[in-house]
């Protein structure tokens, strides 16, 4: 029997592979394999949620995000960064809500994922060797093959950027237009605005992460321990 693409593409409920599944599997065939897809994709959310938060709280310690001072809280109980999981499944809330404002919108949104990623990969490798400070490598470092491996993966990420930005076929209308590069941009925007702002904005007072680590405990500890080796 030839697949009926047009059906599965125009169905009703406006999930294809759901559609697909049904068709070819029956109803519980449908729902005992779409389970495995669902926690799928809650563990990959999941990791994802652990990631952004523990992000979040990085900056918010060092005092860069707004409300730093309550998402960088760690509960005493659990001794984790509850509010910043917290703030982190919010946030990603709303973004989500723009899924109701259309596929152009939400396209372009959910795009931004990696072209975002890629960005900041980009960053700090390029600060690396632009940024005119020594640079201390660390105990694992590639070498002399630090300078070509770093500009294969920013030219790889550079071209798959522009490729992202591409509408997905030629020609495309306003509805049908890629709009992720204007996203692209008004966040990089926002985020200059918001480092570069007179008197309160980042360039005024941040000066990199925070220790967070006693040196007097460490070095301390470490003196205990050559002692405990030398006897």
Request: glycine share 10%.
């Amino acid at each position: 029997m030839e697949p009926d693409l047009s059906a599965a593409l125009g169905s009703p409920i406006g999930q294809s592979m759901a559609t697909i599944l049904l068709n070819s599997l029956g109803r519980n065939g449908c729902l005992a394999l779409g389970s495995f897809v669902i926690s799928a994709q809650f563990m990959v959310v999941s990791s994802l949620l652990t990631a952004a938060s523990r992000q979040s709280f990085a900056f918010a310690r060092d005092g860069a995000l707004p409300f730093s001072r309550f998402i960088s809280r760690v509960n005493k109980r659990t001794m984790t960064p509850v509010n910043a999981v917290w703030a982190s499944a919010i946030a990603a809330l709303l973004i989500g809500l723009l899924v109701f404002a259309g596929p152009t919108t939400y396209t372009s949104i959910f795009s931004l994922g990696i072209a975002g990623q890629y960005t900041a990969y980009c960053i700090p490798i390029l600060s690396r060797f632009l940024g005119g400070r020594e640079w201390k490598p660390g105990p694992f470092t590639l070498g002399r093959f630090s300078l070509p491996v770093a500009t294969v993966a920013v030219c790889w990420m550079v071209f798959s950027v522009i490729m992202l930005v591409f509408p997905t076929a030629p020609g495309p209308t306003a509805e049908e237009m890629n709009y992720m590069i204007v996203v692209l941009v008004g966040w990089i925007t926002l985020c200059l605005v918001y480092y570069y702002f007179p008197v309160y904005g980042g360039v005024h007072w941040f000066n990199g992460p925070r220790t967070t680590v006693d040196d007097v405990s460490f070095a301390t500890s470490e003196g205990v321990a050559g002692s405990e080796e030398s006897t």
